[in-house]
Nanobody, 123 residues
Framework: QVQLVESGGGSVQAGGSLRLSCAAS????????MGWFRQAPGKEREFVAA???????YYTDSVKGRFTISRDNSQNTVYLQMNSLKPEDTAVYYC?????????????????WGQGTQVTVPS
């Protein structure tokens, strides 16, 4: 079992930045792929970014060049640095542990999920 706790969400003006953290406990995530997803009100959960065990990364097109996913295995933590935030980035952000070690985008490829952290970018 893995427990995930996200933090770092909040409200920020358009163009601003936030850094989300996802702290894992229960077992090491060092050989697991990790991902960030988000869900806006009235919409389905969507993939945002993923990082493989060896730090290959994969992003959805809408966040490329603005968001950066990274991991610190010594802290059992994954991060999502979000810059140039837009109102359409408003959502609850979730981190998840993949069944594989790769950077994967399908939500059905993830076994464990955090409770989410709210990010709001007012228009």
């Amino acid at each position: 079992q893995v427990q995930l706790v996200e933090s770092g969400g909040g409200s920020v003006q358009a163009g601003g930045s936030l850094r989300l953290s996802c702290a894992a406990s229960g077992r090491s995530i060092s050989i697991s792929g990790m991902g960030w997803f988000r869900q806006a009100p009235g919409k389905e959960r969507e993939f945002v970014a993923a990082v493989s065990w060896n730090e290959n990364t994969y992003y959805t097109d809408s966040v490329k060049g603005r968001f950066t996913i990274s991991r610190d295995n010594s802290q059992n933590t994954v991060y999502l640095q979000m810059n140039s935030l837009k109102p359409e980035d408003t959502a609850v952000y979730y981190c998840a542990v993949a069944r594989s070690s790769g950077a994967v985008a399908g939500s059905n490829e993830y076994d464990y999920w955090g409770q989410g952290t709210q990010v709001t970018v007012p228009s």
